[in-house]
């Protein structure tokens, strides 16, 4: 790969990172404001973008967040394909190299969402978690389809608890080089307030699936705004999804970290 390729990926990387980090601070800002009482919503990442449109100058700024979330897709691929981080082709390798695949799918549907939203001006969140009762639906009526269901549940779950893990050990901290000393203190414990929380979103998202699957009843799943309810009905509903939703900014400012201080290289 020439050095003109490699400082473009580079770049799409970094703005990937910024744009992604924004929509989580604004996921979790709404869904914040929405547990604290004082307006918001419990906000997936698609009704984020939505809400940018709304703000000032906010078609230029959604057009720009359309164009980081595609190039923190195409960063995801390059990963995938280029084995940047050398996971290696055994099977733990493969496995990890074909979930920055995903990633990559994921956030270039993302992309395609802002876009949709800014060539339709209209809102295009839909209702929450309509797309996971459509997956499931479509599942369940495929022969073994209840356990494919389960297996992608159990697989978030996975997923979850190996963000709960970045949390709890800060192991995320190897990826970003040359942290203020200043800020170190704060900015890791923005990290892990934010891989915990997403952990106990996945965690909680997986759980549903496997709910839905076990009661063949695709209206059981969903995806963030239905882990977002299912926290606000617990016990401490509104003080848990407060505190989730906080950690999700937390997130949305590592990110930001990673964009300056990550060591992002192609081989």
């Given at each position: 790969m020439n050095q003109q390729r490699k400082h473009w990926i580079e770049s799409f990387?970094?703005?990937?990172?910024?744009?992604k980090g924004f929509v989580y601070i604004l996921v979790g800002a709404l869904t914040a404001?929405?547990?604290?009482?004082?307006?918001?919503?419990?906000?997936?990442?698609?009704?984020a973008l939505t809400q940018v449109k709304d703000f000032p100058a906010g078609g230029l700024l959604l057009s720009i967040l359309a164009v980081g979330l595609v190039g923190y897709s195409i960063w995801r691929f390059v990963q995938a394909i280029h084995d940047t981080e050398h996971k290696g082709s055994n099977a733990k390798g493969i496995g990890k190299r074909l979930a920055y695949a995903f990633s990559g799918l994921i956030y270039g549907s993302l992309a395609f969402a802002a876009f949709k939203?800014?060539?339709?001006?209209g809102?295009?969140?839909g209702e929450g978690g309509s797309k996971e009762k459509d997956l499931v639906s479509g599942l369940l009526d495929q022969p073994f389809g209840k356990w494919l269901v389960i297996i992608?549940?159990?697989?978030?779950?996975?997923?979850?608890?190996?963000?709960?893990?970045k949390g709890t050990t800060a192991s995320f901290m190897k990826d970003v080089r040359g942290l203020p000393r200043d800020r170190f203190d704060v900015l890791k414990k923005a990290g892990q307030a934010g891989f915990t929380a997403r952990g106990v979103v996945f965690s909680i998202i997986g759980f549903l699936f496997v709910r839905a699957a076990?009661?063949?009843n695709p209206q059981e799943a969903g995806g963030t705004q239905s882990a977002f309810s299912f926290l606000q009905t617990s016990p401490f509903g509104n003080v848990l999804l407060a505190v989730v939703a906080l950690g999700l900014i937390g997130y949305g400012v590592f990110m930001f970290v990673q964009a300056k201080y990550s060591d992002i290289s192609i081989n």
């Open positions: 990387a970094k703005a990937g990172y910024i744009a404001m929405a547990a604290f009482g004082i307006g918001g919503k419990k906000a997936s990442s698609s009704d939203i800014l060539s339709s001006g809102n295009n969140s992608i549940g159990l697989i978030t779950i996975g997923n979850g608890i190996r963000q709960l893990i076990w009661l063949q």
